[in-house]
């Protein structure tokens, strides 16, 4: 018998918030995390904006020392597993440690890293490169060192889909528990790529915003006037647990997983299947894995990127599966805020999914202004509404054909 599988706890770091509160709270503000770029200099780059995470210190989550052998992106994820595992209330010394796991996802991992040790290397010759460049750097370190923190001997792995990544790594999750192969799973995802070399290559495939004049405005799924997206970093963290071993601590829990749904466009290694023909198969799985019609879904956190192909494609697919229900649904991105965190965006959007269930709030698609006639559905414009939501699904899709689609339901014992 398939067993059930909850969201007990929720750890953040964004760039509009770090911890539940002062995210949720930004997020139905409707607070804008986009601005220019601090932490190097852009001159040259056409894009000069990004959404980086303010006023994160890692000695508040770890041991100073071992937090220089740590890239950013495994800062980011150690923290907000910390205030996940503290979310969720869980006793580390009374689990069964073969039974907790860690999958995380990330799509470029310690990228920071690499290139600080290849400019080393270029100016100071091969023995100056550190002993700790190697594992700094690799996208699996950030599941190995929250694993060593927590004492976590179940699954572990990273997945690495692209923009794909932390919601293949939750559904991945979902799976391993729902046939009862472990009993509680930390995942999500976490990058930090807001670097020369990164700004430098997306801006090349001409993928960013260049609306530097106005970085507030720069993001704006699905407005006619979009032109690109916003790169942003950050980690979020999802506790995921079986609902036996959940009850029998008393824990609290924000939703209930049902559907997980997987595809590739097989396609093209950056541009969206025509009419987002993948996507729309993804969705289909997953509402089929989840045993429910499409017109029981109340709410999609879109990947909605603000870029033209993917929002006008995405659209597309969401009539395909939803045909007249999607004119009824509430579709948002909340990209519009966060930025996009790449390899992160899944697991921060599932956790906006599992709030929206709990609470009843569908967050906003800030700066919608100008109607798009290819992109017609309700996208709740630039203010969040209380809404009853049964049912959540969020949508991630990454280059190289990647799509992962997850349900969220309000919890009912």
């Known amino acids: 018998m398939m067993k059930r ?29 986009v601005d220019y770029i601090t932490r190097f ?27 220089k052998r740590m890239d950013r992106f495994t800062q980011f994820a150690v923290a907000a597993s910390k205030l996940a595992v503290e979310d969720a209330q869980l ?15 990330s799509g470029v991992g310690g990228l920071a890293t690499l290139e600080e040790q290849h400019e080393k290397l270029l100016k100071k010759g091969p023995k100056r490169i550190s002993p700790f460049f190697i594992p700094m750097m690799i996208s699996n370190m950030a599941a190995g060192q929250i694993a060593i923190l927590l004492g976590a001997k179940g699954p572990n792995e990273t997945v690495v889909s692209a923009c794909a990544s932390s919601t293949n790594a939750i559904g991945d999750s979902f799976k391993i528990i729902e046939r009862g192969d472990a009993d509680v799973i930390i995942t999500g995802g976490t990058e930090a790529s807001i670097t020369p070399l990164a700004l430098a290559g997306f ?32 980690a979020a963290i999802l506790i995921l647990e079986e609902l036996n071993h959940a009850l029998n601590r008393g824990a609290k829990i924000y939703g209930e997983i049902v559907g997980y749904g997987m595809t590739c466009d097989a396609y093209h290694i950056t541009a969206p299947a025509e009419n987002g023909e993948g996507a729309a198969r993804a969705m289909k799985l997953a509402l089929d894995d989840a045993g429910i019609k499409p017109n029981m ?6 990947h909605g990127t603000s870029t033209p192909y993917n929002d006008k494609f995405e659209t597309a697919a969401i009539k395909n599966v939803f045909e007249e229900h999607a004119y009824k649904l509430k579709v948002s991105s ?55 939501v049964n049912y959540a699904m969020s949508n991630s899709l990454g280059f190289g054909g990647h799509n992962a689609s997850i349900i969220i339901k309000k919890f009912v014992k």
Do not use: Q
Not at 91 to 105: A, H, T
Not at 214 to 225: E, I
């Open 91 to 105: 006793n580390l010394d009374s689990i069964n440690k073969e039974r907790f796991g860690v999958i995380i996802g």
């Open 334 to 388: 909340t990209k519009s805020m966060t930025g996009h965190l790449l390899g992160a965006a899944g697991g921060l959007e599932g956790a906006v999914c599992a709030l929206t269930v709990l609470t009843d709030f569908i967050p906003p698609t800030i700066n919608y202004n100008t109607k798009d006639e290819e992109c017609d559905l309700d996208y709740v414009p630039n203010k969040g509404i209380e809404y009853k």
């Open 297 to 302: 879904i109340d709410y999609i956190n879109a």
């Open 203 to 234: 801006s090349s495939m001409k993928a960013l915003s260049t609306n530097n004049d106005n970085p507030k405005l720069a993001s704006r799924p699905f407005d006619k006037n979009r032109d690109g997206f916003v790169m942003g970093e950050g």
């Open 5 to 33: 599988v909850v969201i007990t706890g929720i750890g953040i770091i964004s760039p509009i918030g770090i911890g539940i509160e002062e995210f949720w709270s930004s997020i139905k503000e409707g607070k804008n995390g």
């Open 41 to 67: 200099d852009t001159e040259g780059y056409s894009t000069k904006i990004a959404a980086e995470v303010k006023d994160f210190k890692p000695e508040d989550y770890m041991d100073k020392k071992e937090s």
